[in-house]
């Protein structure tokens, strides 16, 4: 017994979050939480994916998309400018942030319909999303992570243990505006809780328990519960073991399940929160040494910027 609990605290997946207290280290969130997923890559080799949070501006929704194919791309760039509102695209590798002020409702369903192979990665009014099958060395690389700036950011390496080792099977996962998760360790109950959710409208991009958790998440949070009441129903409602990020506009908060055997350390000071999977991760950091280091308690929620 003891043995298991052993395996299941030092192996599957390594996540990441950083979240500044002051807005004059902004321009630093990109090239600290490049190095927290880098130095997490020995925890998943197989993808890595990081969400970043910047309010610069309120008034244009950006749309995160993966576009694999180039020919599509500079189809779909074309139709956008002439279908929505004010359009800017931002490309990085295969994924496009699309710009704009039209609303969630026109744009998603606009996509879905004519354009089925477009993943959208996420949305919001100020989040960005980039994921990708890879080395999460390789992945910071490619998506430039350390010229990123923002108030918070989120990240994951993966170790594909249930589903496959895809574009839609990597976190952060996003199903809901400005919403996002990532989760090291597995869920015994996805499957009914998924068939639960599609009858209230969900839908799912792959068979990744952990975007089951991200829409049980969004679900909640759609009518009108907190974040922490929400995360207070998931340790009734998800069966296994896990250590979630769970992002917002605002903020981001941890939780580890009642069994706690996922490994998570934190470390706060006056100028920022740092989490992850373990030390090593935010080694880095300036002034780590002199903050305030400790494991999150089994099933107690813990929350910034709410």
């Known amino acids: 017994m003891l043995s298991i609990r052993l395996l299941n605290y030092y192996y599957m997946c390594g996540i990441v979050g950083l979240y ?47 576009i694999a194919d180039k020919f599509l ?4 760039e074309l139709e956008a400018k002439k279908k929505f509102n004010d359009v800017k695209i931002k490309n990085l590798s295969d994924h496009y942030v699309l710009e704009t002020l039209s609303t969630p409702k026109t744009v998603i369903p ?16 100020s989040i ?20 990123f ?6 990240g ?12 839609d099977g990597s976190h952060p996962y996003s199903t809901g505006e400005d919403e996002c998760l990532v989760h090291n360790g597995s869920l015994s109950n996805h499957n009914n809780l998924r068939r639960q959710l599609v009858k209230q409208g969900k839908s799912f991009d792959s068979l990744n328990d952990t975007e089951v958790a991200a829409g049980y998440i969004s679900n909640n949070l759609s009518k009108n519960k907190s974040l922490d009441k929400t995360l207070k129903n998931c340790l009734k409602d998800l069966d296994g ?40 991760a935010m080694a880095h950091l300036p002034n780590v040494n002199n903050a305030k280091i400790y494991e999150p308690e089994p099933g107690v929620i813990y929350t910034w910027g709410k």
Request: charged share 25%; with cysteine.
């Open 241 to 280: 073991f896990y250590t979630f990020i769970a992002g917002t506009n605002k903020g981001f908060a941890v939780l580890r399940d009642e069994i706690a055997c996922k490994p998570a350390v934190i470390a706060e000071n006056s100028d920022y929160v740092a989490v992850a999977s373990e030390f090593q």
């Open 110 to 125: 606009f996509l879905k319909k004519n354009y089925e192979t477009i993943l959208i990665v996420g949305y919001g009014k």
């Open 149 to 154: 700036s923002g108030s918070h950011g989120i």
């Open 20 to 66: 500044f207290k002051k807005k004059k280290l902004h321009s630093q969130l990109g090239k600290y939480l490049s190095g927290m997923l880098d130095n997490m890559s020995s925890r998943g080799p197989d993808s890595a994916g990081f969400a970043v949070y910047n309010n610069v501006s309120k008034m244009y929704y950006k749309y995160s998309l993966c």
């Open 156 to 167: 994951h390496t993966r170790m594909a243990t249930e589903s496959a080792i895809t574009i």
């Open 73 to 76: 791309a500079n189809k779909f």
């Open 128 to 147: 960005e999303i980039f994921k990708q099958v890879g080395n999460p060395k390789d992945i910071v690389k490619k998506f430039k992570l350390e010229d």
